[in-house]
């Protein structure tokens, strides 16, 4: 289990610029991740500002949730405090399986322990949509790490978008403001800190 705060700023981009950016950036990985999105179906979670997600990739696989930061470092960009669980493949698997056969899921480990601590014992979760993304992780200015995500939604959707994920709120501003002069993009808030659940959820289409 490892729990952390996550500060970062989610910006979606044309597709010639995230191409430019993929291209000009120093590749340090770059590979295939599968994302499902599990919630009741009243929104009991995202009614708490929480998301559950069970993520694979080709070799393994991880549960987290996403959960409200008490005190919060900043509010400029998103900030959550992630619980993450490592799955075997088979486990994720058949938490995914179940979920598209419209079975109910409970969740273990401490994603489990929270969402019982906070909800009725042995909250049941229906998996509700998902995403599949080419992620390139490449080294940014001010050395901080930039990630770029390809993805693609139930309904064949397609978005491509940067993420820049630091400790530092400052560094990220500085990086954001760099990238922005040489690139030409902008923000606005229908580009800005829009969460891949929520794109999700937006062109998902009915599992099972």
Do not use: W
């Not at 981009?13 to 993929?22: D, G, H, N, T, V």
């Not at 000009?24 to 929480?50: A, C, G, H, M, P």
């Amino acid at each position: 289990m490892a729990e952390n705060t996550e500060i970062e700023a989610k910006i979606l981009l044309p597709q010639e610029i995230f191409q430019k950016l993929c291209s000009d950036f120093t590749v340090k990985e770059s590979f295939n991740q599968e994302n499902y999105y599990f919630d009741t179906n009243n929104r009991l979670l995202k009614k708490s500002r929480i998301s559950c997600r069970i993520r694979i990739f080709s070799d393994r696989a991880e549960q987290t949730l996403k959960v409200p930061h008490q005190n919060p470092l900043q509010n400029k960009f998103h900030e959550a405090i992630e619980i993450n669980d490592k799955l075997s493949l088979k486990e994720a698997q058949d938490y995914v399986q179940n979920g598209l056969n419209n079975q109910h899921i409970t969740f273990k480990y401490s994603a489990g322990k929270y969402l019982n601590q906070h909800f009725d014992h042995n909250l049941q979760l229906d998996l509700q949509t998902y995403s599949k993304t080419h992620r390139i992780l490449a080294n940014g200015p001010e050395n901080c790490e930039l990630t770029f995500d390809d993805s693609t939604y139930p309904d064949g959707y397609e978005d491509f978008e940067l993420e820049i994920e630091n400790t530092n709120p400052q560094t990220i501003s500085v990086v954001l403001d760099k990238l922005k002069k040489k690139y030409g993009f902008t923000q606005t808030k229908s580009n800005t800190n829009r969460a891949k659940i929520a794109r999700a959820y937006i062109h998902r289409v009915k599992i099972g």
